[in-house]
Each structure stands twice: as structure tokens, then as C-alpha cells.
């Protein structure tokens, strides 16, 4: 299915009866990575999985870049537009950074929160990233100076870009600056939605420490971790997960 939403395709299944639950993926990921999630939700609710813009099968965000305010408008949109308003939301990685920012802001429009290696923190940084940045920093200034600068900024971006950042194209670059900067720990207090947190031991890109921050500073907070899985730990530990999901959104009290 598709729909428009300020001028860009979104593209989304909904699948299921009851209750609404809305899946979030991280990036560079689209609705298949929530596959065995989905249809395991799929036959105890309408469970709902969308593409963000500039992922799967949706359009891009402008040139210009969209930060995670703007990724956190078109899902409120989206929600609004499906009805599906008070929706559970399971959220991973830079999924987990739009339901923060959309718990935070808009809450009328959210039920539970399920976070798993949810991004959005400042992570810590040694001496040696500092150098770097410093590095590049001066050294894209200097481009401004020398004759073809565009093409030497283009060169300094593939050698002192992550992984992520040379992957992506030119148009979604922008986009992953403004988010990877993007700081929601201001957002942490603000949340009023149970919120259950579920991380994986090993995880490297959103490291357990995030996940203790958070279950600090998000009123009520409950944090489970997760033993052999990383950073995709809804599908290292794929059974626990759905055991830990399912006892989380449909306790043996709610069963009619």
C-alpha cells in the first residue's frame, strides 16, 4: 500500500484485526526487516510496518535533509492519516529515535513503547574521534580555498566518512548528518508512555549504556538484556524476543 504525505510516497502493509501496533525500522532497513515480528503480531492485532522516506520502497527526503523532527512529523502524519492514533509502538534503532522524539511531543498519538537498541544519545567519544573531526573539519575549509574544492570535498567525505555516511547517495547524506547529530536525551523525561526497553549484551552500534541511561531517565522504565545478541537483537534472540513481546503487549489479564 502507499500513501502521500507532504509530497512524498510512503510506502506501508497493514496487516491483522484489534488493537493497533506500529513497527519502526532502523536505518537502511525497510518493512522486511520486521518480517518475523510482523507475522507473529499479525494473528493477535493489526500490526502496521511502514518504509521511512529514503528507505524500501518509499520516496526521499528533499536534498536538503531531513532531521529526526521531520521523520517524527510524517509518522505523527501517518498515524493520523491511518487511524491508528494511541498505537503501540515496537522501535528499533533509528526507529527508536523517532518514537522518543514522537512519545516526547505528541502523545496522544502512542500507546506502549517497545525499544530495542534504540538510538538518539550522544554516544561517548574518545580523544581519537575528536582528532579526526577536528581534522576533516579544517581540512573541508581549506577545499573553499583551493580550485575544484567540490571534488576534494567529495574525496575527504569517502576517507573520513563511516560506512553508513559512503553508502548512502548524495541526496541521503544530508539526511544522516541531521540525524546522527541529533541529540534526544532532552526528550528522556518527557516520556509518559510505558516504555519497556530490550537490548542485546554485545551491542556495539547503540551500546548497553544507552540503554541504561534510558531506563533511568524515562519515568518507569523497564530494561531487559538480552545474553549472545548485538545490536539486532529482536532477531539474534528472535524466540525471546516474541516471548518478551508478547507478554508485554497482551498479558494473560488482557486476554478476553
Same mark, same amino acid.
Given at each position: ?7 512524498? &510516497? ?5 496487516? +491483522?484485526?484489534?488493537?493497533?501496533? *506500529?513497527?519502526? %525500522?532502523?536505518? /537502511? #532497513?525497510? @518493512? ?43 509518522? &505523527? ?5 491511518? +487511524?491508528?492514533?494511541?498505537?503501540? *509502538?515496537?522501535? %528499533?534503532?533509528? /526507529? #527508536?529515535? @523517532? ?56 574525496? *575527504? ?65 523497564? *530494561? ?33
Amino acid at each position: 500500500m502507499e500513501i502521500t504525505i507532504g509530497g512524498v &510516497a510512503c510506502h506501508y502493509i497493514q496487516e +491483522g484485526e484489534g488493537r493497533d501496533v *506500529l513497527l519502526l %525500522h532502523g536505518w /537502511g #532497513g525497510s @518493512v522486511d526487516s520486521w518480517l518475523p515480528v510482523k507475522n507473529f503480531l499479525k494473528a493477535r492485532c493489526r500490526v502496521t510496518v511502514l518504509d521511512f522516506p529514503g528507505h524500501g520502497g518509499s520516496g526521499f527526503p528533499p536534498e536538503s535533509g531531513w532531521s529526526v523532527t521531520e521523520y517524527c512529523a510524517f509518522t &505523527a502524519e501517518l498515524i493520523e492519516r491511518l +487511524g491508528i492514533a494511541g498505537c503501540d *509502538l515496537v522501535a %528499533h534503532s533509528f /526507529g #527508536g529515535r @523517532v518514537a522518543l522524539l514522537l512519545a516526547s511531543s505528541r502523545p496522544e498519538l502512542v500507546g506502549r513503547l517497545l525499544l530495542t537498541g534504540c538510538a538518539g544519545l550522544k554516544p561517548r567519544r574518545g580523544a581519537k574521534y575528536y582528532v579526526k573531526t577536528y581534522a576533516f573539519k579544517l581540512l573541508k575549509r581549506l577545499t573553499y580555498l583551493a580550485p575544484g574544492g567540490a571534488k576534494l570535498r567529495q574525496r *575527504l567525505s569517502g576517507r573520513f566518512g563511516s560506512a553508513d555516511y559512503r553508502a548512502l547517495t548524495p541526496g541521503m547524506r544530508a539526511t544522516f548528518v541531521k540525524v546522527v547529530e541529533q541529540d534526544l536525551g532532552p526528550c528522556l523525561p518527557a516520556i509518559r508512555a510505558e516504555t519497556l526497553l530490550v537490548w542485546g549484551r554485545n551491542d556495539t552500534a547503540t551500546p548497553l549504556y544507552m540503554g541504561e541511561r534510558m531506563e533511568r531517565e524515562i519515568p518507569g522504565a523497564a *530494561l531487559i538484556v538480552l545474553e549472545d545478541a548485538g545490536h539486532f537483537a529482536y532477531l539474534d534472540q528472535c524466540g525471546d524476543f516474541l516471548r518478551i513481546l508478547e507478554a508485554y503487549l497482551f498479558p494473560p489479564a488482557a486476554v478476553s
